[in-house]
């Protein structure tokens, strides 16, 4: 059946899921603490407010139950200490970073296409995405040979057959076929950053003879002919 495109990141995915967890527990559990009381005597705050609810034990610490947008009144020698809390941790963001790092190459994805997020300059932003691009073609080109010719390739011979399409020679001669059968898979064109630029850039290509109309617009995912009748029609 094949291996899974995920096969290669699902163990540090894994530990990025499990690192999310324990962090969102971790500030959870700190939330839950207010503050503690120290005082001179030991009996903890005194209070005298009814809204203000009390643990009565001896074997525990006292507890006091604090609403929200409440006050205390402090007398001699009692003092309030809030806990300082340390969730999220700040090197919790650099450590996820760190891990994305590995994944990304491991699916052959750049850093910034896995995670959409581009900071860098227009060069290095669209390295990246040529980068990516490349493996997208080689995988687009692998697909269309295994998969999308034989069904193609299939779909044809049973129109052939069945008397829907009359192609003289189609089961007889090999090059007949081989004729029939040519044909070029166009996929989602590769993301521009500054189509001003792109553009400039394929008529520099056109005008030195470096490539074709043709070529630059199936790096648009167009047909020339399609662009041909719509500039005629306009």
């Known amino acids: 059946r094949g291996v899974p495109i995920l096969a290669q990141a699902i163990e540090?995915?894994?530990?990025?899921?499990?690192?999310?967890?324990?962090?969102l527990e971790k500030a959870a559990k700190q939330a839950l603490f207010a503050m503690f009381t120290t005082t001179e005597s030991g009996q903890g705050i005194q209070t005298g407010n009814p809204s203000y609810k009390q643990a009565a034990t001896t074997t525990a610490p006292e507890v006091i139950q604090?609403?929200?947008?409440?006050?205390l009144g402090m007398k001699p020698g009692e003092k309030v200490s809030a806990i300082e809390s340390t969730s999220p941790s700040q090197l919790i963001d650099a450590f996820a970073h760190a891990l994305y790092e590995e994944i990304g190459p491991s699916l052959n994805m750049p850093y910034e296409v896995f995670l959409q997020h581009f900071q860098a300059s227009y060069s290095a932003s669209r390295a990246a995405i040529v980068n990516f691009y490349e493996w997208v073609l080689q995988s687009r080109q692998r697909r269309s040979r295994t998969a999308c010719d034989v069904m193609y390739a299939a779909f044809a011979a049973e129109a052939v057959a069945r008397g829907y399409i009359k192609i003289p020679g189609f089961f007889a001669s090999t090059l007949v076929r081989v004729a029939v059968l040519l044909n070029t898979w166009i996929g989602p064109a590769m993301p521009q950053l500054d189509p001003m630029?792109?553009?400039?850039?394929?008529?520099?290509?056109?005008?030195?003879?470096?490539?074709?109309?043709?070529t630059e617009l199936d790096r648009l995912n167009r047909e020339r002919r399609d662009v041909e009748a719509v500039m005629q029609d306009e």
Do not use: C, F, H, Y
């Not at 604090?66 to 006050?71: A, C, D, H, R, W």
């Not at 630029?197 to 043709?214: D, F, V, Y």
């Open 12 to 23: 540090i995915l894994k530990q990025v899921s499990s690192l999310k967890e324990s962090e």
């Open 197 to 214: 630029k792109e553009a400039e850039a394929a008529l520099t290509r056109i005008e030195g003879n470096l490539s074709t109309l043709a």
């Open 66 to 71: 604090v609403p929200n947008g409440s006050m």
